[in-house]
Structure formats: structure tokens, C-alpha cells
């Protein structure tokens, strides 16, 4: 399974980004999908996840009412919307897939196959 991020860049205080994760390998639908994002000195923190159907999704604290996680199993493809961003998101941010079932998928451990990351930046 290769992941392949892109959509980052640097956006002021407050805009938005759509950041977009490929998949490519064995079927995408297999596979529970997350966000996750690391700013320099910081450990790897859960972003967002979604179910193997788009059903079910959830979300940090931090980012719940901003960002939003969503799929498209025809195109192999999860995005990540996010908005009203704050200097606080500026992190590399990593998309992540499951082929185990997870409980919830907020944890690091619960993905098998991971991004190189994208870079976020929200200035001030």
C-alpha cells in the first residue's frame, strides 16, 4: 500500500486548506483511514479517522467543528478539509491506513501503512 499526500502549503490565519491522500495497492475500501499531524519537537498526534465506508468519522478536540474528513473509494482518495485555521496547525500532516479493524483509530499504533507527510504552515 503506498499513501501519497498532497495540498499543503501556507495559508494566513484563518483560510483554508483541502489537503488529499492517494492510495494505491489493494483495495481501498479496505482500509480505515486517519489524519494525523506532527509539529517540529512534538510527538505524532491524532488528527482525524474514518471508517472503511465513510459512515462513521471522528475527531481531535482541537480540530472538531474546523476540519473535516471525508472518502472517495471510487478515486482511492481521502481528504482532509480543513478551515478557520490557527498557527497551532502548522505540523507535517500525515495520512495513515488500517487494514486491521479499529476500535477507534486515534491511536498511532492502530495503522499499519503511512504518508510521507505534507507541510502545513498558518501564519499570523
Known amino acids: 500500500v503506498q499513501l501519497v499526500e498532497s495540498g499543503g502549503g501556507l495559508v494566513q490565519a484563518g483560510g483554508s486548506l483541502r489537503l488529499s491522500c492517494a492510495a494505491s495497492?489493494?483495495?481501498?475500501?479496505?482500509?480505515?483511514m486517519g489524519w494525523f499531524r506532527q509539529a517540529p519537537g512534538k510527538e505524532r498526534e491524532f488528527v482525524a479517522t474514518?471508517?472503511?465506508?465513510?459512515?462513521?468519522?471522528d475527531y481531535a478536540d482541537s480540530v472538531k467543528g474546523r476540519f473535516t474528513i471525508s472518502r472517495d473509494n471510487a478515486k482511492n482518495t481521502v481528504y482532509l478539509d480543513m478551515n478557520s485555521l490557527k498557527p497551532g496547525d502548522t505540523a507535517v500532516y500525515y495520512c495513515?491506513?488500517?487494514?486491521?479493524?479499529?476500535?477507534?483509530?486515534?491511536?498511532?499504533?492502530?495503522?499499519?501503512?503511512w504518508g510521507q507527510g505534507t507541510q502545513v504552515t498558518v501564519s499570523s
Open positions: 495513515a491506513a488500517a487494514l486491521r479493524p479499529v476500535v477507534r483509530g486515534t491511536s498511532v499504533y492502530d495503522y499499519d501503512y
Open positions: 495497492g489493494r483495495t481501498f475500501s479496505s482500509y480505515s
Open positions: 474514518i471508517n472503511r465506508s465513510g459512515g462513521n468519522t
